[in-house]
């Protein structure tokens, strides 16, 4: 089984947690400003969303920052491989 870091898992749980937060937003919003008009009522879902959107982008952008990092790791170790066998091939 593929293991995690507890951190991604944390950033993968917020991230579904916020989904929920835009998801329940819209509807609350909607539902609520219903009785004012239709357009009233899209516009306040399309507002009741935008916290829970904007903690998407930035759990996003934070799991983006996390596989950066790991695929900068991957290719260190790769050149630190090529830069090793260059030198034992130039020592000979």
Do not use: H
């Amino acid at each position: 089984m593929f293991k995690k870091p507890l951190f991604e898992l944390l950033v993968n749980f917020l991230l579904g947690i916020a989904w929920a937060i835009a998801l329940l937003g819209a509807v609350f919003a909607f539902e609520t400003f219903y009785n004012f008009g239709f357009l009233t009522a899209i516009i306040a879902s399309i507002v009741g969303s935008i916290t829970g959107l904007i903690f998407v982008v930035i759990l996003e952008l934070v799991n983006l920052n996390i596989n950066r990092y790991k695929e900068s790791k991957k290719q260190t170790k790769l050149l630190e491989d090529i830069s090793n066998e260059i030198k034992k091939l130039s020592n000979n």
